[in-house]
């Protein structure tokens, strides 16, 4: 037997029906061939025999003759006071917003809605705070700052660049979303599940630093330890020495330290390392993980290797998540230094608002 044909015009079909017809066939030996010729959902038994009725009664065009229909009630004033009500409340529902025009159905109501005005339903998505006007305007000024040196020394400054952060590593840790998607149908009687993830109990804390060329320095802290401010002294002595090992010349150009505003970071004992250091220390504004390299750029690619993995023992884990940052080719870091410039020029077109992507 050979493959049905995929592709087809509906005349096609009916074309056959009446040559098929016009030689007697009967309507169900009709249905059957054209079924094996084109598929089984070609067209319904019952619409083959309407059709070879209406051959059988002198019909000749193949094709569906055009509905007049009954007129449109939708106009153009319609149309505006719909509108009008979407804007007045964008949360209505469809159902809700029909009841305040009962003389259409729902689904025109609908059909006015997205077809022709447009408007697509979109969810509220997660933001790290709300930000004030004051939050806001920190964020423009940070983004001034970044983008006229940047326009001044260009490449440069980037190459100035050291960022780091802190963040938990679990000993088990879940897959995200997006890795435990399953391909299927929409009436597959299994669907995927999944309960929703705890925090285990095992687990470390690292700070992880690194520039436009790799990683710098990764210091794990000791088990139920958190970071305070002489810890993170301590981390910032160690990350010193691993600048002048790894990274030869880049103390003499004047290291550009961007970290987040938390307290160990801020704190008097901190400020004071850092200017013996005489590192310049780029003012993040708060409540920006979107401007900050390690929150949108590393740590989120390491969460993803993370949700598949499983860890017994502390060195384990050390080993595991240093592995895997070296192992990181050397345009990843790069690229996670450069999107800076794009988020922070997004930042300031959008007002100081939260930057996506």
Same mark, same amino acid.
């Given at each position: 037997?050979?493959?049905?044909? /995929?592709?087809?015009?509906?005349? /096609?079909?009916?074309?056959?029906?009446?040559?098929? @017809?016009?030689?007697?066939?009967?309507?169900?030996?009709?249905?059957?061939?054209? @079924?094996?010729?084109?598929?089984?959902? #070609?067209? *319904?038994?019952?619409?083959?025999?309407?059709?070879?009725?209406?051959?059988?009664?002198?019909?000749?065009?193949?094709?569906?003759?055009?509905?007049?229909?009954?007129?449109?009630? #939708?106009?153009?004033?319609?149309?505006?006071?719909?509108?009008?009500?979407?804007?007045?409340?964008?949360?209505?529902?469809?159902? =809700?917003?029909? /009841?305040?025009?009962?003389?259409? *159905?729902?689904?025109? #109501?609908?059909?006015?809605?997205?077809?022709?005005?447009?408007?697509?339903?979109? @969810?509220?998505?997660?933001? &790290?705070?709300?930000?004030?006007?004051?939050?806001?305007?920190?964020?423009?000024?940070?983004?001034?700052?970044?983008?006229?040196?940047?326009?001044?020394?260009?490449?440069?400054?980037?190459?100035?660049?050291?960022?780091?952060? /802190?963040?938990?590593?679990?000993?088990?840790? @879940?897959?995200?979303?997006?890795?435990?998607? =399953?391909?299927?149908?929409?009436?597959? &009687?299994?669907?995927?599940?999944?309960?929703?993830?705890?925090?285990?109990?095992?687990?470390?804390?690292?700070?992880?630093?690194?520039?436009?060329?790799?990683?710098?320095?990764?210091?794990?802290?000791?088990?139920?330890?958190?970071?305070?401010?002489?810890?993170?002294?301590?981390?910032?002595?160690?990350?010193?020495?691993?600048?002048?090992?790894?990274?030869?010349?880049?103390? *003499?150009?004047?290291?550009?330290?961007?970290?987040?505003?938390?307290?160990?970071?801020?704190?008097?004992?901190?400020?004071?390392?850092?200017?013996?250091?005489?590192?310049?220390?780029?003012?993040?504004?708060?409540?920006?993980?979107?401007?900050?390299?390690?929150?949108?750029?590393?740590? &989120?690619?390491?969460?993803?290797?993370?949700?598949?993995?499983?860890?017994?023992?502390?060195?384990?884990?050390? *080993?595991?998540?240093?592995?895997?940052?070296?192992?990181?080719?050397?345009?990843?870091?790069?690229?996670?230094? =450069?999107?800076?410039?794009?988020?922070?020029?997004?930042?300031?077109?959008?007002?100081?608002?939260?930057?996506?992507?």
């Amino acid at each position: 037997m050979s493959a049905a044909i /995929e592709s087809y015009a509906s005349c /096609e079909v009916r074309a056959v029906i009446r040559f098929l @017809c016009a030689k007697n066939h009967k309507p169900i030996e009709i249905y059957r061939q054209i @079924c094996e010729v084109y598929g089984q959902g #070609v067209m *319904s038994e019952g619409r083959v025999r309407q059709w070879c009725i209406d051959f059988k009664n002198g019909r000749t065009n193949i094709h569906n003759e055009e509905r007049s229909g009954r007129p449109t009630v #939708v106009t153009d004033e319609l149309v505006a006071k719909i509108n009008e009500k979407v804007r007045e409340n964008r949360r209505f529902t469809i159902t =809700e917003l029909s /009841e305040h025009f009962p003389q259409i *159905s729902r689904s025109l #109501v609908h059909e006015i809605v997205v077809g022709k005005l447009g408007y697509h339903k979109f @969810c509220a998505r997660w933001v &790290p705070k709300l930000l004030t006007e004051d939050h806001k305007q920190q964020r423009l000024a940070a983004a001034l700052n970044f983008l006229e040196a940047y326009e001044k020394n260009g490449n440069q400054l980037l190459e100035r660049i050291v960022t780091g952060d /802190e963040t938990w590593v679990q000993y088990v840790n @879940c897959e995200t979303k997006r890795q435990s998607m =399953e391909w299927g149908h929409t009436n597959s &009687p299994n669907k995927p599940t999944k309960c929703l993830p705890s925090w285990s109990g095992r687990k470390i804390m690292a700070t992880v630093f690194w520039d436009i060329h790799g990683v710098i320095l990764v210091d794990f802290l000791e088990r139920g330890q958190t970071i305070n401010a002489e810890r993170y002294c301590e981390t910032l002595r160690k990350l010193r020495r691993a600048i002048q090992n790894k990274r030869r010349g880049k103390l *003499s150009e004047k290291v550009l330290l961007i970290h987040d505003n938390a307290r160990p970071h801020t704190a008097i004992h901190t400020r004071e390392l850092l200017e013996g250091f005489r590192w310049e220390v780029f003012d993040h504004p708060p409540y920006s993980p979107d401007l900050a390299p390690s929150d949108f750029h590393l740590f &989120p690619a390491m969460k993803t290797w993370l949700a598949t993995q499983r860890f017994d023992t502390d060195e384990e884990l050390h *080993s595991g998540v240093n592995q895997w940052l070296k192992s990181q080719a050397a345009d990843f870091y790069r690229e996670g230094i =450069e999107k800076l410039v794009p988020r922070y020029d997004k930042c300031l077109n959008l007002n100081g608002n939260y930057v996506e992507k």
